[in-house]
Antibody
Framework: QVQLQQSGPGLLKPSQTLSLTCAVYGDSVSSNSAAWNWIRQSPSRGFEWLGRTNYRSKWKSDYAVSVKSRINIKPDTSKNHFSLQLDSVTPEDTAVYYC????????????????????WGQGTTVTVSS | DIQMTQSPLSLSASVGDRVTITCRASQNIRNYLNWYQHKAGKAPELLIYAASSLQSGVPSRFSGSGSGTDFTLTVSSLQPEDFATYYCQQSDSPPYTFGQGTKLEIK
């Protein structure tokens, strides 16, 4: 059974960097058929997908336009986890952050993920306040 | 970005009722549409993927249909544990986007 375990601080001051880690159990972050996502939820913005990375894309990540200039999602294959880094946070970044796995398949250089976000981390409440 | 619009945003129903939630995409997403159940303080749970495929372990009273831009989630006979908020999400292409959510409450 695949499980994702999140860790990281829950309280930040404006301009600091948000860093969260998602440990993967029961699967490999280097799987050919999985992609690793970060999503957040806030009362003002609802659920907002932030980005993903996957091994088959040679770890090339896709990011939401709203955070593209300050986000980095990267794997650590030695620890079988992936991380989220969000720079220069403001109170607008206050939210519950989730990591999630999606599975799919690749044909040549193209990968398809039609099976939904089927495993989620437990969520981390992050508050940005001075 | 692809906009996802759910309706209704809230719904009151009784145990045993049949309920339907709709989700409309701002452009053709083929069948790349997923449905999640979310309860406060917990992670979302995948119910339906690819518009109509039931996720393993999810009760068969949940079903999904649709393709292109219009989709529905149906619960055939509501159980007490089904009162929650439901979200649709498109995975046709990044950036993935979610609907606003439909809060299902006990009448």
């Amino acid at each position: 059974q695949v499980q994702l375990q999140q860790s990281g601080p829950g309280l930040l001051k404006p301009s600091q960097t948000l860093s969260l880690t998602c440990a993967v159990y029961g699967d490999s972050v280097s799987s050919n058929s999985a992609a690793w996502n970060w999503i957040r939820q806030s009362p003002s913005r609802g659920f907002e997908w932030l980005g993903r990375t996957n091994y088959r894309s040679k770890w090339k990540s896709d990011y939401a336009v709203s955070v593209k200039s300050r986000i980095n999602i990267k794997p650590d294959t030695s620890k079988n986890h992936f991380s989220l880094q969000l720079d220069s946070v403001t109170p607008e970044d206050t939210a519950v952050y989730y990591c999630a796995r999606e599975v799919g398949y690749c044909s040549g250089d193209n990968c398809y993920f039609p099976y939904g976000l089927n495993v989620w981390g437990q969520g981390t409440t992050v508050t940005v306040s001075s | 970005d692809i906009q996802m619009t759910q309706s209704p945003l809230s719904l009151s129903a009784s145990v045993g009722d049949r309920v339907t939630i709709t989700c409309r995409a701002s452009q053709n997403i083929r069948n790349y549409l997923n449905w999640y159940q979310h309860k406060a303080g917990k992670a979302p749970e995948l119910l339906i993927y690819a518009a109509s495929s039931l996720q393993s372990g999810v009760p068969s009273r949940f079903s999904g249909s649709g393709s292109g831009t219009d989709f529905t989630l149906t619960v055939s006979s509501l159980q007490p544990e089904d009162f929650a908020t439901y979200y649709c999400q498109q995975s046709d292409s990044p950036p993935y986007t979610f609907g606003q959510g439909t809060k299902l409450e006990i009448k």
